[in-house]
């Protein structure tokens, strides 16, 4: 893939355009990798000057997890949101 497909791609890319699983899934990786690095070695993380902000900005990348229980339900089962529907009907 040439540069100029890279760009052609990136440029199509809009804020409404949704995130596929497996994009959510490398961020959620990032993320968590990100915050465990800055709570289990603060010391190694300061020792390195720019590390600690470099780091809490990849571990906010956790947030693009979409925490919604349809969501969850296609991640995990593959459904489409009826396990919500269901649930919501017995509530009812």
Same mark, same amino acid.
């Given at each position: 893939?040439? @540069?100029?497909?890279?760009?052609?791609? %990136?440029?199509?890319?809009? *804020?409404?355009? *949704? %995130?596929?699983?497996? @994009?959510?899934?490398?961020? !959620?990786?990032?993320? @968590? #990798?990100? #915050?465990? !690095? %800055?709570?289990?070695? *603060?010391?190694?993380?300061?020792? &390195? #000057?720019?590390?600690?902000?470099? !780091?809490?900005?990849? /571990?906010?990348?956790?947030?693009?997890?979409? *925490?919604?229980?349809?969501?969850?339900?296609? #991640?995990?089962?593959?459904?489409?949101?009826? !396990? @919500?529907?269901? &649930?919501?009907?017995? /509530?009812?």
């Amino acid at each position: 893939m040439d @540069t100029d497909e890279v760009l052609g791609i %990136l440029n199509a890319v809009g *804020p409404d355009d *949704p %995130l596929p699983d497996f @994009t959510e899934g490398l961020f !959620l990786n990032i993320g @968590t #990798r990100s #915050r465990r !690095l %800055l709570n289990n070695d *603060p010391d190694t993380v300061v020792a &390195v #000057r720019g590390c600690m902000d470099g !780091l809490e900005h990849l /571990a906010s990348l956790i947030r693009y997890r979409d *925490p919604s229980v349809e969501n969850q339900e296609r #991640r995990h089962f593959g459904g489409s949101g009826s !396990l @919500t529907w269901s &649930v919501s009907q017995q /509530a009812g």
